[in-house]
């Protein structure tokens, strides 16, 4: 974010329209549909840019959904695929505990534990683009690190991405970023102008 910008609150935004919807408020993403292999994809409606990006997700029924990050997914008309294989780069967890990334160059990836879960647990994933590494926790605990991470071409931010193979639903609860600029940031460009402090994104349900 800019100086003179305000920060705007993410939401799912792009889906597959076939068999995903979302709620009115956009928080809220449900695949109808249940006949595997049949993947459906949401982004969210803002791209994350330099800066610390934390958000919860509420699984409310699952059977194969996929959470992390991606970037080109949605250009390339590719919503209707698993985000490693449709995107440009994607990092995603699935609820069965398996990391995927797609990209030129693999993560480093190092395991707290079991990474599953499971029906009514929440999820969140912090996205820091100084130190190059996004977490995954499960109930507070944390389960996964992807260290290596970086931005799309041109410097182009990264979306929130979630992949669902059945009938399955979850919930945005909340986001929040911390803006600031990371060592060796300041001065010289937009990208490193940003206003300092936590901006919350999102609320709870």
């Given at each position: 974010?800019?100086?003179?910008?305000?920060?705007?609150?993410?939401?799912?935004?792009?889906?597959?329209?076939?068999?995903?919807?979302?709620?009115?408020?956009?928080?809220?993403?449900?695949?109808?549909?249940?006949?595997?292999?049949?993947?459906?994809?949401?982004?969210?409606?803002?791209?994350?840019?330099?800066?610390?990006?934390?958000?919860?997700?509420?699984?409310?029924?699952?059977?194969?959904?996929?959470?992390?990050?991606?970037?080109?997914?949605?250009?390339?008309?590719?919503?209707?695929?698993?985000?490693?294989?449709?995107?440009?780069?994607?990092?995603?967890?699935?609820?069965?505990?398996?990391?995927?990334?797609?990209?030129?160059?693999?993560p480093e990836v190092v395991r707290?534990?079991?990474?599953?879960?499971?029906?009514?647990?929440?999820?969140?994933?912090?996205?820091?683009?100084?130190?190059?590494?996004?977490?995954?926790?499960?109930?507070?605990?944390?389960?996964?690190?992807?260290?290596?991470?970086?931005?799309?071409?041109?410097?182009?931010?990264?979306?929130?991405?979630?992949?669902?193979?059945?009938?399955?639903?979850?919930?945005?609860?909340?986001?929040?970023?911390?803006?600031?600029?990371?060592?060796?940031?300041?001065?010289?460009?937009?990208?490193?102008?940003?206003?300092?402090?936590?901006?919350?994104?999102?609320?709870?349900?």
């Amino acid at each position: 974010f800019a100086p003179g910008r305000a920060a705007t609150a993410w939401t799912w935004g792009a889906h597959e329209p076939r068999d995903m919807c979302l709620s009115s408020d956009g928080l809220e993403v449900t695949k109808r549909n249940a006949s595997p292999p049949d993947y459906s994809t949401a982004v969210g409606s803002e791209e994350l840019g330099l800066g610390v990006h934390r958000w919860a997700i509420c699984i409310k029924t699952v059977q194969r959904t996929f959470l992390g990050v991606a970037c080109g997914l949605q250009e390339a008309g590719r919503l209707g695929t698993r985000p490693t294989s449709g995107a440009e780069y994607a990092l995603t967890l699935s609820n069965r505990g398996e990391f995927e990334s797609s990209g030129k160059k693999s993560p480093e990836v190092v395991r707290f534990g079991d990474a599953s879960f499971a029906a009514g647990q929440t999820v969140t994933l912090e996205l820091d683009l100084h130190e190059r590494t996004l977490s995954f926790a499960v109930d507070d605990r944390p389960v996964l690190r992807v260290s290596g991470v970086r931005l799309g071409a041109g410097g182009r931010g990264l979306r929130p991405v979630v992949c669902m193979d059945y009938a399955e639903s979850c919930r945005l609860l909340w986001c929040m970023s911390t803006v600031q600029p990371g060592p060796g940031e300041q001065g010289g460009g937009d990208s490193a102008a940003l206003a300092e402090g936590d901006v919350v994104l999102g609320m709870d349900n």
